[in-house]
């Protein structure tokens, strides 16, 4: 089973920068889909982006395409969400997810509830 953990949030002024990363353990990210996610206090939670397991296919929201890049290097196992130009409004805690897929697949999910293992979640907060 594939372990996940977040490291990276903070405080961070509106307009900064922030990149968050996502180790994973007990296995290799070669065979999973891995997605980004966020929940802000009183929201549901909701997509920022999917990767498919090759890394090749990676889609994102609308409220984050232009700011945000998703990046995975399966040789290190790791996941990184760039975070650009940020906004109040991205206030959230960020949580990365996977879900086993073929190995090194061009295909990705992007539906919260079709992934079953998550990490502990890392707080960002865009604050003046």
């Known amino acids: 089973q594939l372990q996940l953990v977040e490291s990276g949030g903070g405080l961070v002024q509106p307009g900064g920068s922030l990149r968050l990363s996502c180790a994973a353990s007990?296995?290799?990210?070669?065979?999973?889909?891995i997605g980004w996610f966020r929940q802000a206090p009183g929201k549901e939670r909701e997509v920022i982006s999917c990767?498919?397991?090759?890394?090749?296919?990676?889609n994102y929201a609308d409220s984050v395409k232009g700011r945000f890049t998703m990046s995975r290097d399966n040789d290190k196992n790791m996941v990184y969400l760039q975070m650009n130009s940020l906004k109040p409004e991205d206030t959230a805690v960020y949580y990365c997810?996977?879900?086993?897929?073929?190995?090194?697949?061009?295909?990705?999910?992007?539906?919260?509830?079709?992934?079953?293992?998550w990490g502990q979640g890392t707080q960002v907060t865009v604050s003046s």
């Open positions: 007990g296995s290799t990210l070669d065979y999973y889909v």
């Open positions: 997810a996977s879900r086993r897929s073929a190995r090194r697949s061009t295909f990705y999910y992007c539906l919260a509830n079709l992934y079953d293992n």
């Open positions: 990767s498919s397991s090759s890394g090749r296919n990676t």
